[in-house]
């Protein structure tokens, strides 16, 4: 395995555990009997918390894979 992989490693886990988190969290959260409209609120945050993690691990995965590990370098 390559530098780049296993600099990859760290954050494809924590972006999967955070999503199963999120995703559990949803679930759980329209599972609850509540009235329809607070568990489209309830359930949506999570999923769109989810979707962020998704978005930076991909982000980061970019950013390792281009050969810039340290953002601080630029400034």
Avoid: W
Wanted: charged content about 15%; some cysteine.
């Amino acid at each position: 395995m390559n530098s780049h992989g296993k600099k990859m490693i760290a954050p494809v886990i924590i972006g999967i555990l955070l999503f199963l988190y999120y995703a559990g969290i949803c679930v759980l959260f329209l599972c609850v009997p509540v009235p329809p409209a607070l568990k489209l609120l309830l359930g949506l945050i999570p999923l769109l918390l989810a979707g962020v993690s998704i978005y930076v691990m991909a982000e980061r995965i970019k950013e390792i894979r281009s050969g810039e590990e340290d953002d601080l370098s630029q400034y």
